[in-house]
């Protein structure tokens, strides 16, 4: 029902900024919830943040005051990211639900902080 494909990846100096988007296709006005994931090498994937419908949004701790999650009226979700340091290096994944167990992923996009 709904495709997810994001863009915005790149190589970015420590401090650096860099604007993810999530385009969204299918039944895009039956999105429920929008968030973003990544996945650093040797790790789990892990929730970043979050948006409802309504503009309420979560973030995780470490992203939390530097990262912000927004979506358009397309259900176009985005990822500003400010501040970038090493550690947020990472395959960001965008994801949405349209209702129980239907949960939809991007195939995502390759962030990397370095100098």
């Known amino acids: 029902q709904v495709q997810l494909a994001e863009s915005g990846g790149d190589l970015v100096q420590p401090g650096g900024s860099l604007r993810l988007s999530c385009a969204a296709s299918?039944?895009?006005?039956?999105?429920?919830?929008m968030a973003w994931y990544r996945q650093a090498p040797g790790k789990q994937r892990e929730l970043v943040a979050r948006?409802?419908?309504?503009?309420?949004t979560d973030y995780s701790d470490s992203v939390k005051g530097r990262f912000t999650i927004s979506r358009d009226s397309a259900n176009t979700a985005y990822l500003q990211m400010n501040n970038l340091k090493p550690e947020d290096t990472a395959v960001y994944i965008c994801?949405?639900?349209?209702?129980?167990?239907?949960?939809?992923w991007g195939k995502g996009t390759l962030v990397t902080v370095s100098s």
């Open positions: 299918g039944m895009i006005f039956t999105i429920d919830v």
């Open positions: 994801g949405a639900n349209n209702g129980p167990g239907k949960d939809y």
């Open positions: 948006i409802t419908p309504r503009g309420v």
